[in-house]
């Protein structure tokens, strides 16, 4: 069964601090990995990474793969309070169907 | 590009009821679309998967007669809770792809069942 843990499971932080959200997994099959933030609502796309070693980069964040030790970070700099959010990891394992193995989420809170 | 609407957003019904929640990809043909579960504080969990024109994939332990979907076109697929009781109050996500392309999600239906 493919397994996606991520640490944190909740942050605090201040406006200005850089935070660094982890993604490890146990995927058979693995295919690409995909973070996502979840404010009041559904999920918003962030990144999809599927090679070793390239950062990924929109704005202040920015997310590395390494596929030799099966982990992901996501970075966000000079953190803002519109950040704070549920930042989820997830794995797509291949098959026909691309279907998306979630992680648990890392509760990001980010005071003024 | 990439949107997906969900409807309704939120709805309460009383027990008994069915409840039909419609998911459409506005701007791209979807070739699968997901329905998710998702409980306070925890992650989002696949209920099933759906193609258009054939019968969805239930996750184990989803109830495919309480659960039905049907997947009409690449940019539209249903979800109908049949005769909902509280305990199936709860946010249903929805998603959609296009092959191998990041699924993007609906904004949730919350379901209350009284």
């Known amino acids: 069964e493919d397994k996606v843990v991520q640490s944190p499971l909740s942050l605090v932080v201040h406006e200005g601090d850089t935070v660094t959200l982890n993604c490890s997994y146990e995927v058979t099959n693995f295919r690409s990995l995909l973070w996502y933030k979840q404010e009041k609502k559904a999920p918003t796309f962030l990144f999809m990474l599927?090679?070793?070693?390239i950062e990924k980069k929109s704005g202040r964040l920015s997310s590395i793969l390494d596929k030799k030790e099966l982990f992901s970070i996501l970075n966000i700099t000079a953190t803002q309070t519109g950040d704070s959010a549920i930042y989820l990891c997830a794995t797509n394992s291949g098959g026909s169907n691309y279907k998306l193995t979630f992680g648990k989420g890392t509760l990001l809170t980010v005071n003024p | 590009g990439a949107v997906v609407s969900q409807h309704p957003s939120w709805v309460i019904c009383k027990s008994g009821t069915s409840v039909k929640i419609e998911c459409r990809s506005l701007d791209f043909q979807a070739t699968t679309m997901f329905w998710y579960r998702q409980f306070p504080k925890q992650s989002l969990m696949l209920m099933a998967t759906?193609?258009?024109?054939?019968?969805?994939?239930?996750e184990q332990g989803v109830e495919k007669d309480k659960f039905l979907i049907n997947h009409a076109s690449l940019t539209l697929s249903t979800l109908t809770v049949t005769s909902a009781h509280p305990e199936d109050s709860s946010f249903y996500i929805c998603?959609?792809?296009?092959?191998?392309?990041?699924?993007?999600f609906g904004d949730g239906t919350r379901l209350s069942i009284l």
């Open positions: 599927t090679s070793s070693g």
């Open positions: 759906s193609n258009e024109g054939s019968k969805a994939t239930y």
């Open positions: 998603s959609a792809a296009r092959s191998s392309q990041p699924q993007h």
